[in-house]
């Protein structure tokens, strides 16, 4: 039984995902740490933190592969008791992500753009709404959809280098961030806030990333997991029960917008992304990007 | 006629009360100062302003005679046209109030422990709907319960003395603070910071809370009271009318949530309070108070 | 085909003006420059930005004629394929506007008050609503409606001059700031400064303005307008249909509130207005004013 207006996100294994998506039952197998390609995760029975570190080279771009591995890890964790809290850090210098991986948006066809959007609300879904403690400590840049990542965990930790930037900037890419990763943005940053950075698609260094409370603290780099560490301790002393109500009461109306909107979210961003117009974009983004590295 | 999406708060006698408690009618005599256990009231009727002044020692907690008494002085006082706006404070040093009262919840059958929520939702919308200025001059520690109290005020002072703390810490007691009481946190510090205090449970110290903006000021201890009469004084300068009807505008959404689902609210509570596991935790909670003050 | 959540104000010509106004189908001839009687309206062809000068002598008051020409040139650049952007500001020292003119809700007939409501609701509409970046230049004293005018735009600046202020001051008057005032305020300073300034009827002097959130930044009186390009052009930077969709998102819900219940709101006025005691403090208040004056 659930508190009213409460989301039952406090069980585990949250109804919508399987029905959604008919992913196969995982086995519940006593998973202790295991590692994959793109994403390394490791628990620490003792304190039951797991840490996952995107290492997909060069910039932790989030492909179908890499999504569907980050959902799959976070599941299996989520149904682990013996993890309570998971640590998102990135292995790559200098990025934390770079988002969205544009080449699965470019050149492909209706079914792959389909899958792979469902693929992107999976994980959000699953991340936002997990009942996990989670701590973004983000040692890098983190745009578009590496923000949205860092936006749906409990805390964010940034490293304290001006050099870092984080923000929903897909509006420089003539792209429109869809309506969940702008609620993701209200419920941390405010209305107004959110307005003007979307609109201007704005890129915030470290620095002015915290004085909008777009993340929570800045340390230095070389002590960024020991303060994830350390945060994360403090969360996990208060009972989890009583937190993950808590948690659910507050982004339940946030969850559930997209859980009712998903297919029309999904068609919407097939329309749009085949667009010539934005595949054109898309295109001279990416000739852009080459030139950048040549 | 009220304006459209305003809640006819503005008619003195809100009709959910007696309707949903079978209040005895309250006779409307005239009351200028009247004094009683839990909670001593005095009308300066020159002004128009009264004091409520908590003193239930040892630490001011909300019992169910404590709410009956707090929910019977606010309605006499708002149907008094000689009163216009209220200052609550506590007669007791250090504390403000303690919240909820835990024997009210421990080792009581399921009618008790519906009677008594039903006196907390009440105090509850009868302070946050109330059509008089409320100044809440918090002159002591206020967690939980005594937290809300200040929360649904119009205004709130602290003594700037950093012992003195003061929050939403349910989780702490292992137990979720209700939605309403979240509504209420959240139109006052927003989303993000109540989301990461109502999931530490934390109590914040008053310059804290002051940077939150969970209180709006903070003033020595000895300046509280006058402090508050001269708050008082400038909300008191603006027609009432248009004060009252921009209130109600204000916080509408909020009082008809709960007003929505009152029962199932209460019937929530009951099953969540009843269990083995909860009744042993709060057990616990009063064991290691004992042996504090021991 | 619009995002899901996303009112289709991105398409020229929003649905609902002409439909509720029945307003004369504007040709769509070649508008460059047009001046008229209240409003100097100014659009380089060039830079695609425009720029609104309030020039109707004492105050800038929004007459039923100020407002419909306000409306008609926010249409005309609307449709102007040149036009992209526009800056708002005054013409008359110290004063930005002084909000809704008091004369046309004073001693007229009901037909009259429901034309005069309907022209303010279509103002903010078409201005909150709007596809162009919409940039307040506000060089100085923004009571009431004048106000809501710089709310409704995407930025504001103001002249760093103490003696201007701002802010939502209808309860001063007795009367109250509608809820869709009341929604676009909250979007800019959140609940709980909205609903103290707003109960308090506060005009906030430029540099508490600056603190609270409702201005963006302060500059000198004699730099505003070269401000105001240069912020102008950080948001044309972007490509205007992303910008547009994402500003769309963010304002969706607030205008769909007026829109649903725009009748609704004229009946409400009228009703209220049209009450002795409203005339009477009315009648009172411009007596003030004139004394003032003498």
Redesign the interface.
């Given at each position: 039984?659930?508190?009213?207006?409460?989301l039952p996100l406090c069980c585990r294994a949250p109804s919508w995902d399987r029905a959604a998506r008919q992913l196969p039952r995982l086995p519940l197998a006593p998973c202790r740490a295991f590692s994959n390609n793109k994403i390394q995760v490791d628990l620490d029975e003792s304190s039951g933190i797991a840490t996952m570190k995107f290492k997909s080279p060069p910039v932790n771009s989030l492909s179908l592969d890499f999504l569907t591995e980050f959902s799959i890890s976070l599941e299996k964790l989520e149904n682990n008791r013996a993890c309570r809290g998971v640590i998102i850090t990135s292995a790559i210098p200098k990025i934390f992500s770079s988002g969205l991986d544009i080449m699965e948006m470019c050149g492909k066809n209706v079914e792959h753009y389909g899958e792979f959007w469902r693929a992107v609300q999976e994980m959000w879904l699953r991340l936002y709404g997990s009942n996990m403690v989670t701590v973004a400590a983000v040692n890098g840049s983190s745009p578009a959809g590496g923000c949205l990542i860092a936006l749906s965990c409990?805390?964010r930790i940034m490293a304290e280098n001006p050099k870092f930037s984080i923000g929903l900037n897909?509006?420089?890419?003539?792209?429109?961030?869809?309506?969940w990763f702008?609620d993701t943005f209200?419920?941390?940053?405010?209305?107004?806030i959110?307005?003007?950075s979307?609109?201007?698609?704005s890129l915030h260094p470290a620095p002015e990333a915290l004085q909008l409370?777009l993340v929570?603290e800045l340390v230095p780099e070389e002590k960024l997991l020991e303060k994830a560490s350390a945060v994360m301790a403090?969360?996990l002393a208060?009972?989890d029960?009583?937190?993950q109500?808590?948690?659910s009461?507050?982004?339940k109306t946030v969850l559930d917008?997209l859980v009712a909107?998903r297919e029309?979210?999904i068609k919407?961003f097939i329309?749009?992304i085949s667009k010539e117009s934005i595949q054109k974009?898309l295109r001279m983004y990416m000739e852009m990007l080459k030139k950048k590295k040549g």
């Open positions: 039984l659930c508190p009213p207006g409460v409990d805390y897909e509006a420089q890419l003539g792209i429109v961030a869809p309506f702008k209200v419920n941390v940053v405010g209305h107004r959110a307005e003007r979307l609109q201007l698609g409370g929570d403090r969360w208060l009972p029960h009583a937190r109500f808590t948690k009461m507050m982004r917008r909107h029309e979210d919407y329309n749009f974009s």
